[in-house]
């Protein structure tokens, strides 16, 4: 059974940074596109970033692009979201998930595996 683990959230200024990371169990890690999502209140889950198996191919939301870098650790088992430039409108849990297959996409519902989310609060 595969966990996946987040870490990485808090508060931060306008303007600041974060870097989350996601760790995950069990075997296969490196033959599973991953992705982020986040959910806002009130808001649906919105995709974020996602990275297909060997780091290939990478994609962005429209919101999210040129500010965010997604990247893996196949020896580490781990997905990292590098946040820059973050603004209050970030401000939203960010979960990770792993894709059904070794390509992203941006459907939630293409996803099987989900962490149980950090908190990112973008203050003003």
């Known amino acids: 059974q595969v966990q996946l683990v987040e870490s990485g959230g808090g508060l931060v200024q306008a303007g600041g940074s974060l870097r989350l990371s996601c760790a995950a169990s069990?075997?296969?890690?490196?033959?599973?596109?991953m992705g982020w999502f986040r959910q806002a209140p009130g808001k649906e889950r919105e995709f974020v970033a996602a990275?297909?198996?060997?780091?290939?191919?990478?994609g962005y939301g429209d919101s999210v692009k040129d500010r965010f870098s997604i990247s893996r650790d196949n020896s580490k088992n781990t997905v990292y979201l590098q946040m820059n430039s973050l603004k209050p409108e970030d401000t939203a849990v960010y979960y990770c998930?792993?894709?059904?297959?070794?390509?992203?996409?941006?459907?939630?519902?293409?996803?099987?595996?989900w962490g149980q989310g950090t908190q990112v609060t973008v203050s003003s």
């Open positions: 998930a792993r894709h059904y297959g070794n390509m992203w996409s941006r459907a939630s519902s293409h996803y099987s595996n």
């Open positions: 069990g075997r296969s890690f490196s033959t599973f596109a």
């Open positions: 990275v297909s198996w060997n780091s290939g191919n990478t």
